[in-house]
């Protein structure tokens, strides 16, 4: 006898039957957990009252505590060895004759740092350039004054009359139309200022050189597809994302020119260093505090110029990266409200 279609039942079909648990297996829960007596050391803890151990780095202890170790020794050297003379700085810091060489610099650097930039941007675009004349020429620059020390260049300038007393504009090879006494124009800031120009403009050539190679070729391409003249595509598009790589670059430059001002001493320019060395000579026992206070001065200046650096960079990041660097007072910031939350962590627990 067959059963109607639909009535068979598949065995393997079937859904398994439920097999008896046992009250031994059960989970316990929180309210066994809670039920069995205090002294019982199996209880788990709570997820609040277990902390993660940091690893153990004894090599880094120890590395800091050497570091402190040293750091104390020299603090403690600068601050008690009678030799540094604090006093003697304190009064030499601030004094008229050191400030008058500090506006020196000031001003030496400033020119300087101006006219370098410009005239590395025009080397840089000769070097790239598709004349083989101004690829020489700049290349020939190049080579030139970085190969010179800067010393021998202020020298050279500094008794440029003796070779050419008079200087004039005109037709080349035929009449002059202006004429200049050379003596009366290279004044010692303008030879300072142009020693340290044609020094700069050499390296900072290489810089901006580097910062244009940097650039995506695809920019280049775009640019052209657009059809826009060469001045806008460098000016808009080129140089201001070149920014970004020669910044931090060409700001080492300019604190090594910061540095290099104090040469301008061997050409009768007393500025901040040819001060405190002119007062050396006239107070020989304050030579040491004098030395301090120029090496405190160079200090100031650059890390002005390492801020303003920050700032720029981080100016020309907008575009470059999702979240700008974060600010010194905004990392103070941040660190403070770790450490509130850390504190408060450690007072829950």
């Known amino acids: ?59 880094r202890w120890i590395a800091t505590a050497i570091v402190l170790v040293l750091v104390a020794q020299i603090a403690h050297g600068l601050v008690t060895n009678p030799f540094y003379q604090w006093d003697r700085f304190q009064y030499w810091f601030l004094r008229p004759t050191i400030l008058d060489g500090l506006l ?18 025009l080397v840089a675009l000769g070097r790239l350039s598709r004349s083989p004349v101004l690829r020489a020429v700049s290349w020939t620059y ?43 124009l290279a004044t010692d800031v303008v030879v300072a200022v142009v020693g340290l120009t044609l020094n700069e403009a050499a ?35 080129v140089f201001p994302q070149a920014l970004r790589s020669i910044t931090p670059n060409y700001v080492n430059l300019l604190i090594n020119l910061i540095k290099s001002t104090s040469l301008v001493f061997y050409v009768s320019l007393l500025d901040l260093f040819g001060s405190a060395q002119s007062m050396g000579s006239t107070y020989p026992g304050d030579i040491v505090p004098l030395l301090l206070v120029a090496t405190v001065w160079y200090l100031i200046l650059t890390s002005a110029v390492s801020i303003v650096q920050f700032y720029v960079e981080r100016y020309f990041a907008r575009g470059a990266t999702r979240t700008l660097p974060p600010t010194p007072l905004q990392k103070l910031r941040a660190g403070l409200r770790d450490l509130r939350a850390r504190a408060r962590r450690e007072a829950a627990i």
Do not use: C
């Open 203 to 237: 390296y900072a050539s290489e810089v901006v050189r580097s910062g244009i190679l940097a650039v995506d070729q695809g920019q280049h391409e775009a640019a052209l597809a657009l059809g826009l003249p060469k001045s806008y595509q460098f000016t808009k598009i």
């Open 104 to 121: 020196i610099t000031l001003k030496v650097t400033a020119y300087s740092a101006v006219l370098g930039l410009l005239g590395g941007v």
């Open 142 to 184: 190049t080579w030139l004054f970085r190969s010179a020390p800067l010393i021998v260049v202020l020298l050279f300038l500094y008794n440029f009359s003796a070779l050419y007393k008079t200087l004039s504009l005109g037709v080349p090879f035929g009449p002059a139309f202006f004429t200049f006494d050379e003596s009366r």
């Open 1 to 59: 006898m067959s059963e109607p279609p639909g009535a068979a039942v598949s065995l393997a079909s079937a859904p398994p039957a439920e097999e008896p648990v046992e009250a031994s297996s059960e989970p316990r829960t929180a309210r066994s957990a809670a039920a069995e007596p205090p002294g019982n050391d199996t209880a788990p803890r709570p997820l609040a009252a277990q902390r993660v151990l940091p690893l153990r780095r004894p090599g």
